[in-house]
């Protein structure tokens, strides 16, 4: 079955770059998603990539793909505390849409 | 906000006895789906939605039940919960076109 994967916890400094990483198996993945969620809230979408592209930028915000390598980052440019959350990858194959999601990377931005 | 509301969103029952959670929409979308979330495993799909009255299985169905009636609610029930049911539930919705996946503000339930 599908298998989404990225690493458990990230903690960067205020001002510097952040890059979450993230693998995922199903080569027949039509969108990749970054959705953000804080404390105690529900989850965000951020931002999404088709599987035909290598890249997409959105403010501060980078998306990496690699198809071959199935390997997805978002890249967070200027990092402030309030982009502390944690950070799920998620994979979008079926046909009614449904994600598959890792286990989300905790990113905490130190002063 | 894609016009989601779960409720309740807190719901404390003891194990052995039926829960029902409602997911509500006010944007006449197909798709509708329902999630856990616990430590460690991210967000697991149990079932989804792709019209009324019809549903199919996601990832971890076991223990639950939906229905979905009306497009705007979706209903996932738990006939019988057991502790292992305890997590918080999300629902979601999208539209075929539209890629994005929107969820609800979730419903904690703890099962003692």
């Known amino acids: 079955g599908e298998d989404v994967e990225q690493s458990l916890f990230l903690s960067v400094r205020e001002g510097d770059s952040s890059v979450i990483n993230c693998t995922y198996t199903d080569s027949s993945s039509t969108y990749l998603y970054w959705y953000k969620q804080e404390p105690g809230a529900g989850l965000q979408l951020l931002t999404y990539i088709f599987s035909n592209m290598d890249m997409k930028q959105d403010q501060r915000l980078t998306v990496l793909l690699n198809k071959k390598d199935k390997h997805l980052s978002l890249r967070i440019a200027d990092t402030q505390t309030g982009d502390s959350a944690i950070y799920f990858c998620a994979e979008s194959s079926g046909s009614a849409r449904q994600l598959t999601f890792g286990s989300g990377t905790q990113l905490t931005v130190l002063p | 906000d894609a016009g989601i509301t779960q409720s309740p969103r807190h719901k404390v029952t003891e194990t052995g006895t039926p829960v029902t959670l409602r997911c509500h929409q006010t944007?006449?979308?197909?798709?509708m789906y329902w999630y856990r979330q616990d430590p460690g495993h991210g967000l697991r799909l149990i079932h989804y939605?792709?019209?009324?009255?019809?549903?199919d299985k996601g990832e971890v169905s076991d223990g639950y039940s939906v229905s979905r009636s009306k497009t705007e609610d979706f209903l996932l029930t738990l006939e019988s919960a057991t502790s292992s049911q305890t997590s918080v539930y999300f629902c979601?919705?999208?539209?075929?076109?539209?890629?994005?996946?929107?969820f609800g503000p979730g419903t904690r339930l703890t099962v003692t």
């Open positions: 939605s792709y019209g009324v009255k019809d549903t």
């Open positions: 979601a919705i999208t539209d075929r076109g539209d890629y994005e996946q929107y």
């Open positions: 944007e006449n979308h197909r798709y």
